[in-house]
């Protein structure tokens, strides 16, 4: 059917089938993050050492897109520094908001693949705030 | 009634959205608007336009003609006992702010006022609002699992005697449901209390007598009707918009000012502060020319066959589910599918050309009510064809299989 | 500044009226619109008409772009720090009355709002049903005889620290003043207080920059900017507007809603509930757009040199007398004739195709003050030329011939 | 000059010397008009009687037509009874305000020359007020 393009096999995969959904043991932090607009809801829970991110698990009501953001989400940062975290949630904002910033945060190569997988959204705006949620939560456990 | 006729009104429908044909599903969130409203404001404003009621000369005079013609029309569109009943507003919404600021200020605390399970937004938070300021209690009547009115809990709860002001919807945006507002009216005031209907979906679909009803307050909004964004209308009995004091403070609302103390005009300039949505006026006034000269009866047949359609084919795509079973409704379908978001619903429905809407629709505690985050909804204005709601039904099957 | 060319983008100038050839002097009441801001309306209605924000589809996603498209157009416009801060109302008095109701609300009784002895009603009676119904104070800083602010009075008004807000215009509907704002600005600061200025007329005739001029809160009102009517704009800053409640409840402006108790949304969003006046803000976006194309360099030194033809001839017109002298005006004259009526001026002036306003300009205390109780006024737009000025000075003799 | 048909010289010659200006003495009644939009202000005391109106004075603040229809209604309700008086405000406002109810009025031939001069404000809406303003502080003189 037409239109698909948003909906990367890997992103349809992870919404039926999180790989990191659930609550993480010893949690140092929570955070959750909603969008009123729609309902969708994203709670987190991650585990932080001095180190970084040690763990992170996340619980998502919400649409296929929201779904699959938070696990790639979770799978990109887990094991990075919190400043690495942080700029991956920056970089992949970017790709999505930022027409000029997009190119340079993808050419950079920053990007791991679970997270490219968003870029077709772009051109969608009204949807941009399910793949960036949970991100914005991530920014509020890491705060 | 021709709908390809009606259609050719409409430029706008043939268009094509991400090499689609458009098929537009969404009039309960804002209505296309036919060409003549448009052409009645764009020649307003290219030949008739002055600002209104402050101007001596003739140029002032037929655009305060016009506003006030408008105003005419609108009552008897709503069978208004008088002209002076009607109070232009930006739209439903504030036309209910406008009755929960001033009416509201009437009220005492401990006095109520009941709203249902159903209200959008506009007719809830601004109670709210009211609630939190003044210490009025507000209280909810609970709906059925079908999507009516229980009217054994409006009875309970109006049996206190407790309640000063019912507001309810006279249709429900994300049900279709219409309420049996001659009956609400008729225990509401034999309880003695008011009566607001919001109006805001209902008169797009069937003929509105507020004197037949017999409410207290009415409002509706131009841009669900065919008509302008940026004009609304509250309708109330006169003795109320009289006892009620004004809502904002301006030119055009006072009969003489001092810097000790103003003296107000009378009902409705009163509640029209400022230089007012002139030429939206003018644009409601002709849509609702053009709706009646299709007339509600043909506009009634028309939707319940789609609405009949929809129901029949709907249901024929794998996983869906239709929310809520009212006795009565207008041309308004939510739905949800079976492990698929309505928000992925709806962009793989856009993608293919069909707008419908999808989330809570500004009623979340009816969603909560029903147990649920967010629906998927399609509804249906004069130009929708039951072949639109084939397309609609098609591809959501297509969609199912895309993402089960 | 190409006057014939200007004017041919406003067919409505070119009519007759009563026989006569329009001669429109009233632009202050309200201006009229150039062609691009009807076609851009007409277009959106046309062929890009949705409503927005809620909408998951292509369609609602333009018009959304479009709608905040023009608030980013008037924050530039205004100079505002950000987009965040400008709030679409329906004119400048909702604007104000939205400030009154919410700002309003933090003040604590005893408190001082100042006003001047020369606002419009649109700046003065909200603050008095404010004070009514809070138990703030209300003062007023009175004026010259020639029709300038009482800078020393201002200050003294300002002294004993109970002013939290001054409220003043910009520029005098009446009198054409335009007041020291920057000067105003400093004042109320030194003195603790925030300021508001009323910027329906100022915008019109210069560039204004909010910051620049160091205000809190700025309105003005799309209508006689060349834009359409039912929409206004309120600027103020950021944390002036996420510290004031919300103003009206519904769709839109609330973050999440349960029957208890709804969250705000954020700013500007948490202004602007129900569907807003969409297709008057893209318009208005193209007044903008009109207007800064031409440049307020030119449209400045147009309009001073009109105003100072028409101070120049119309002392010629035996028993005329021009109201005010103020040290700086913009294209905005009231007069008076000895024995003959204002309104009587303003028929005769009609029925020789010029339209100007007379009566107390919705400014009574203003009129109270001068000792008047009405006066003609003409006012001057883009589109005026100093040939018209000639004929309303040349009829204005006849009228007083034909009375005295 | 043009349009100068709604200043009849009968207008014009009462806005410029009333014959019923002032305050009537032993007033039995006393009311007041206003226009806010315009600031005009008619006060009127009268004199009643078993009879009807025995004298009618006004003080009157506006614009000729306004004062001259504040004097030709003195000058029109003088000695009649107050049914008479207030019936005469009737067709005055239906001859002004109703196209229709206007011809009837006129045809009937109630009403004095001094009242028909207004006639040609008929189209000028705005200025009706001006003329009716004396009539409606009349009513409620009488009410
Ligand atoms: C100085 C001033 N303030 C406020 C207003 C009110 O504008 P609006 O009627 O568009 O709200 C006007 C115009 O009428 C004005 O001239
Ligand atoms: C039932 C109902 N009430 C109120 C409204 C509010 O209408 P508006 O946004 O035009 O004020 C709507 C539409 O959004 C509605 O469907």
């Known amino acids: ?143 | 009634m021709n709908i390809s006729e009606i259609r050719s009104q409409f430029p706008i429908l043939s268009q094509k959205v991400h090499g689609k044909p458009l098929v537009f599903l969404d009039s309960a969130a804002s209505a296309q608007k036919p060409d003549v409203v448009i052409d009645s404001m764009a020649n307003m404003m290219r030949s008739e336009y002055a600002n209104i009621h402050r101007g001596l000369h003739w140029m002032s005079e037929r655009a305060t003609e016009a506003y006030e013609v408008a105003r005419s029309r609108v009552a008897s569109f709503l069978g208004a006992a008088s002209r002076e009943e009607i109070v232009f507003t930006r739209n439903s919404t504030e036309a209910i702010n406008l009755v929960a600021y001033t009416y509201g200020s009437l009220l005492k605390p401990g006095q109520v006022v009941l709203i249902s399970e159903m209200e959008h937004h506009a007719n809830l938070v601004p109670w709210q609002m009211l609630r939190d300021r003044t210490g009025i209690e507000l209280r909810v009547t609970p709906i059925t699992d079908d999507g009516d009115l229980d009217l054994d809990a409006y009875g309970q709860h109006l049996s206190d005697g407790k309640v000063a002001l019912v507001a309810i919807t006279h249709m429900s945006n994300v049900l279709g449901t219409i309420t049996p507002a001659e009956r609400l009216v008729a225990m509401a005031h034999d309880a003695g209390a008011k009566i607001l209907l919001d109006g805001s979906q209902a008169v797009v679909h069937r003929k509105t007598d507020v004197q037949k009803l017999g409410a207290d307050f009415y409002t509706f909004t131009g841009h669900k009707l065919y008509g302008p964004t940026g004009i609304g209308v509250l309708w109330a009995r006169r003795e109320l918009l009289d006892a009620m004091p004004p809502f904002m403070g301006g030119g055009d609302m006072i009969s003489s000012v001092t810097f000790e103390k103003s003296v107000w005009a009378p009902v409705p300039a009163k509640f029209e502060a400022g230089t007012p949505a002139i030429v939206e006026a003018v644009g409601l006034g002709t849509a609702i020319d053009w709706v009646e000269s299709i007339g509600y009866e043909a506009i009634g047949a028309h939707e319940a066959a789609l609405t009949a359609h929809a129901l029949r084919v709907l249901p024929d795509v794998p996983g869906l589910s239709i929310v809520g079973a009212p006795r009565e409704r207008g041309g308004v379908i939510s739905f949800t599918m079976e492990d698929v978001h309505p928000h992925d619903i709806a962009t793989l429905l856009d993608r293919n050309g069909i707008a419908v809407r999808a989330g809570h629709h500004c009623a979340e505690p009816l969603m909560h009510r029903l147990g649920l985050t967010a629906t998927a909804r399609a509804s249906f204005g004069i130009y929708t064809t039951e072949d639109e709601i084939d397309v609609l039904a098609e591809t959501l099957k297509r969609i199912r299989q895309f993402f089960v």
Chains 1, 4 share one sequence.
């Not at chain 1, 914005?136 to 890491?142: D, N, Q, S, V």
Request: charged share 20%; net charge neutral.
């Open chain 1, 1 to 143: 059917m037409d239109g698909t393009s948003c909906y990367d096999t890997l992103i349809l995969a992870r919404s039926r089938k999180p790989e990191f959904a659930g609550i993480v043991e010893n949690a140092t932090a929570t955070a959750q993050g909603n969008n009123p607009m729609c309902g969708d809801r994203v709670k987190l829970s991650l585990r932080a050492t001095d180190k970084g991110v040690a763990g992170i698990r996340h619980e998502t009501r919400g649409c296929a897109i929201c779904q699959a953001s938070a696990d790639l989400m979770a799978e990109a940062v887990t094991g990075q520094s919190v400043a690495a975290a942080l700029e991956l949630g920056r970089q992949f904002t970017d790709m999505l908001e930022t027409p000029s910033a997009m190119d340079s945060a993808v050419e950079r190569g920053n990007l791991p693949a679970g997270l490219l997988a968003f870029q077709p959204l772009r051109t969608h705006r009204s949807r941009l705030r399910c793949a960036t949620l949970p991100w914005t939560a991530l920014g509020e456990a890491l705060a």
